[in-house]
């Protein structure tokens, strides 16, 4: 026992000067990194971002509740005001599950939107990309967007919006003019209804060549209503959620798509003759490498893009124009001008001299986006870090341009809860401001959001030509909203009643 023991003694005392380096070691890297860390530290300490103010609320879902808390168009919310007020017009939060640093300030919007796919690109929450499509231009970034997006901008040529657009727009406003012809009781028409139904038969038509009042184009109307209060909800993907629904509404929209794609090709191969180009769904299949699904997509997002902002501005402006008879006198006066014009001419469609000579129309339009707030804010992505007004903004932040906070601020502009298309007007005609964006969103993501402009002078002219300016009586709706309307315009949904048609009167 005593020799076992000695020999492990003597091997013991054989390693221990290892034992002792190895321990050393250890101590010296420890003690070292210790340091390292220490130093590091005070390095990262001196270095820390200057963040924006704010708070970031509850744990993954931080202020979003908050933040989308309804409340009316022209207003920016109580949330905005009180974060305004308590951080200033940039300020960092935690929305959509994401860092994010939120922005009323004029210049740090015009700013990210001057530095798109330098510093920022487009980043819309998943949900958006899941019902829209992955190639569609609202989620896209880089080539791709640029790709989809030249083609849709090439489809829509100066030429085209002359040739086709244009007597397009007015074709479809007379068919609205004649359904609201009088028939043996009054009835009263939905201005929010109209304005959408008018804009999806036209983007219908443009898109895919599909005509008005015909059984194919109501049923993807009314598929396209399910598809879109999907859009705007939660993305809970059970039966019986809208969600759901519009996921099941979109695969019947793009199962119309197809179907028109392969009787096209079926009868291009037959006939052997060249694709038709009336229409974006010809002129994708034949000026473009776009596979299948890419053109399903992005028919579907132009669809989306077209017919959301558009109808909306169209029924806003009404809106606000029923609270300002002196707008309304002023604007038929400028369109009955261009009508005496036309008759004088001897010609009795618009052109697109008569659109450029709408100013005062511009001026109305461009009160309606600023006041009415079509697009709201705008989904952003930090790609760089970014120094601002002396706020650090790391890359991989997100950034909320809020639009409407810079529309309805009393420091760029007066009164601005009040609607007064005449802030725009000057002796050349109608101005923008550097800090107003008031279709901002629409050269920042898909070309059709930027159509109100292009679509409501020609259908409010032709109004005015048919109708010979008088204007329909409007009734309003009973509503349970809040009752916030800004000033000089009612409160509640608006309605158009339509009259028996008078002696010498040619419409109502």
């Known amino acids: ?20 380096l190895a321990l050393l070691t250890f101590y010296t890297s420890a003690v070292a990194k210790c340091h390292g860390l220490h130093r590091w530290s005070g390095r990262t300490k001196k270095r820390r971002p ?28 109580q949330f905005m005001d009180q974060h305004i007020c308590r951080y200033g017009k940039i300020y960092r939060s935690s929305l959509f599950g994401d860092r994010t640093v939120v922005s009323a300030d004029a210049g740090l919007n015009r700013y990210v939107l001057q530095n798109e796919g330098r510093l920022f690109e487009c980043s819309y929450p998943r949900s958006i990309g899941g019902i829209l499509g992955k190639w569609s231009m609202l989620v896209l970034v880089g080539d791709p967007h640029r790709e989809m997006r030249s083609i ?27 359904d609201w012809l009088p028939s ?25 060549s599909m005509d008005p009042g015909e059984e194919e184009t109501e049923r993807l109307r009314l598929e396209y209503i399910t598809f879109m209060k999907g859009v705007v909800s939660a993305p809970l993907n059970f039966p019986g959620t809208a969600y759901w629904k519009a996921l099941k509404s979109r695969a019947t929209i793009l199962g119309v798509i197809e179907r028109k794609m392969e009787e ?40 989306f893009a077209g017919h959301e902002t558009s109808s ?34 001897g010609e009795c469609k618009l052109s697109w001299e ?3 000579e709408m100013v005062f129309t511009q001026c109305v339009i461009n009160e309606t986006l600023r006041l009415g707030n079509v697009v709201r804010f705008l989904h952003r992505k930090v790609i760089r870090d970014v120094h601002y007004n002396g706020y650090d903004i790391p890359s991989g932040w997100k950034i909320l341009p809020v639009l409407a906070a810079v529309h ?90 339509r009259r028996r048609k008078e002696k010498g009167s040619k419409a109502f």
């Not at 000026?287 to 669809?303: F, M, T, V, W, Y």
């Not at 300002?324 to 261009?338: F, G, N, Q, S, T």
């Open 312 to 345: 909306m501005a169209l029924a806003l402006a009404i809106f606000f124009l029923e609270g300002c008879p002196k707008a309304v006198e002023e604007l038929r006066e400028e369109h009955l001008e261009i009508a005496r014009r036309q008759k004088l001419r």
């Open 152 to 178: 849709s901008l090439n489809f829509l040529s100066s030429v085209r919006l002359r040739a086709v657009l244009l007597p397009e727009v007015e074709r479809h406003t007379l068919l609205v003019l004649r």
């Open 184 to 208: 043996s009781s009054s009835a009263v028409f939905s201005a929010q209804h109209e304005a959408k139904k008018f804009t999806f038969n036209l983007m219908a038509k443009n898109i895919m």
């Open 1 to 20: 026992m005593a020799a076992i023991m000695a020999s492990i003694t003597s091997e013991l005392l054989f390693f221990l000067p290892f034992i002792l």
């Open 408 to 497: 309805l601020d009393s420091s760029l502009y007066e009164d601005p809860s009040s609607f007064n298309p005449w802030r725009w007007a000057t002796r050349l005609g109608w101005r923008r401001t550097a800090t107003s964006c008031p279709t901002a969103a629409a050269r920042g993501s898909a070309p059709g959001r930027s159509s109100p402009s292009s679509r409501w002078p020609s259908s409010c002219t032709t109004w005015c030509s048919t109708s010979g300016g008088s204007s329909p009586s409007r009734t309003r709706r009973s509503s349970t909203r809040s009752s916030t309307s800004p000033r000089g315009c009612p409160s509640g949904s608006i309605g158009l009643r």
């Open 264 to 303: 096209r090709l079926e009868k291009m191969n037959k006939e052997a003759s060249s694709m038709e180009e009336d229409d974006l769904l010809g002129w994708a299949m034949k000026q473009s490498n776009l596979s299948k699904e890419q053109i399903l997509d992005l028919l579907l997002s132009l669809l």
């Open 50 to 77: 200057n963040l924006p103010p704010g708070a970031v609320g509850w744990p993954f879902i931080g202020e979003t509740f908050g933040y989308l808390r309804a409340h009316p168009a022209t207003s920016i919310g």
């Open 354 to 356: 008569d659109y450029k």
